[in-house]
T-cell receptor, first 111, second 115 residues
Framework: GNSVTQMEGPVTLSEEAFLTINCTYT??????LFWYVQYPGEGLQLLLK?????DKGSNKGFEATYRKETTSFHLEKGSVQVSDSAVYFC??????????FGAGTTVTVRA | DTGVSQDPRHKITKRGQNVTFRCDPI?????LYWYRQTLGQGPEFLTY????????KSRLLSDRFSAERPKGSFSTLEIQRTEQGDSAMYLC?????????????FGPGTRLTVL
């Protein structure tokens, strides 16, 4: 079945540092890929998405590229801020519509 | 507020009691999903509806769990004879279901604690 493996946390960074969170997946067919974010005390929010190979999703300075050859969808941001402190979840959706999530990576950005 | 809403936000119950949660999706969304999230893990799929039809149930959904969406709008998730292992955050999500690459919008969740 479908599964997602993402980098274990927690990750602690200083403001303006470069962030990368690795995500790899196993799926049949051609899934859609997502990054969701959960800020402290809030619900899950869609951060970005990509629907086919080589697509790049981007939002709020974050980017991720759908790499079919390496079955990866790594999340990157060039200069993080304290407000980026959150839990980040990689997820995929196949033809069966349900989302399969990774375990989440907690990111803390220090001023 | 036109987002997904869930009620209650928190529920504490004793082992063996029944509990029911409600989810109100975004009004034009015809797909509705339930997930369960335990501490330190990502959400796990439980079940989903297309309008009022329940189309898939996970193996995680034991016989003690039942979900309904009687008129294709709000949904309820009932857990009978709760066990301590049922303690988790129960999340509801909805999506349009029409060529939207299944972008799901999540509610704030109901946190269940079984004593």
């Amino acid at each position: 079945g479908n599964s997602v493996t993402q980098m274990e946390g927690p990750v602690t960074l200083s403001e303006e540092a470069f962030l990368t969170i690795n995500c790899t997946y196993t799926a049949t067919g051609y899934p859609s890929l997502f990054w969701y974010v959960q800020y402290p005390g809030e619900g899950l929010q869609l951060l970005l998405k990509a629907t086919k190979a080589d697509d790049k999703g981007s939002n709020k300075g974050f980017e991720a590229t759908y790499r079919k050859e390496t079955t990866s969808f790594h999340l990157e941001k060039g200069s993080v801020q304290v407000s980026d402190s959150a839990v980040y979840f990689c997820a995929l959706s196949g033809g069966d519509y349900k989302l399969s999530f990774g375990a989440g990576t907690t990111v803390t950005v220090r001023a | 507020d036109t987002g997904v809403s869930q009620d209650p936000r928190h529920k504490i119950t004793k082992r063996g009691q029944n509990v029911t949660f409600r989810c109100d999706p975004i009004s034009e969304h015809n797909r509705l999903y339930w997930y369960r999230q335990t501490l330190g893990q990502g959400p796990e799929f439980l079940t989903y509806f297309q309008n009022e039809a329940q189309l898939e149930k996970s193996r995680l959904l034991s016989d003690r769990f039942s979900a309904e969406r009687p008129k294709g709008s709000f949904s309820t998730l009932e857990i009978q004879r709760t066990e301590q292992g049922d303690s988790a955050m129960y999340l509801c999500a909805s999506s349009r279901g029409q060529g939207d690459v299944n972008e799901q919008f999540f509610g704030p969740g109901t946190r269940l604690t079984v004593l």
